[in-house]
Nanobody, 122 residues
Framework: QVQLVESGGGLVQAGGSLRLSCAAS????????MGWFRQAPGKEREFVAA????????YYGDSVKGRFTISRDNAKKTVYLQMNSLKPEDTAVYSC???????????????WGQGTQVSVSS
């Protein structure tokens, strides 16, 4: 059974940085493509970033390109999201997602974490 647990959220001022972590268990992590999504109140879930299981190729949503970086550590079964130059519009619940040997180019993830709140003040 896939279990994904996010951490690292919090309150930060605009222009600041946060690093989110997602620890996975119950899976062969190295064979899973991992992703981050976010959802703000009253808005639909938005794709943030994803990283391939095979070549560590990464893809980003347009609103975070150049500011956020996704990475993974297969030995620790953890995926990270480094968020720099944060803006108030980045405020949302950030959730980790996983899928078996899929492409990070696609958004069809099947397993989800509970999420962690990120709040950016102006």
């Amino acid at each position: 059974q896939v279990q994904l647990v996010e951490s690292g959220g919090g309150l930060v001022q605009a222009g600041g940085s946060l690093r989110l972590s997602c620890a996975a268990s119950g899976i062969t992590f190295s064979r899973y493509t991992m992703g981050w999504f976010r959802q703000a109140p009253g808005k639909e879930r938005e794709f943030v970033a994803a990283i391939n299981w095979s070549d560590f190729g990464a893809y980003y949503g347009d609103s975070v390109k150049g500011r956020f970086t996704i990475s993974r550590d297969n030995a620790k079964k953890t995926v990270y999201l480094q968020m720099n130059s944060l803006k108030p519009e980045d405020t949302a619940v950030y959730s980790c997602a996983a899928k078996w040997m899929g492409s990070a180019r696609d958004r069809d993830f099947g397993s989800w974490g509970q999420g962690t709140q990120v709040s950016v003040s102006s």
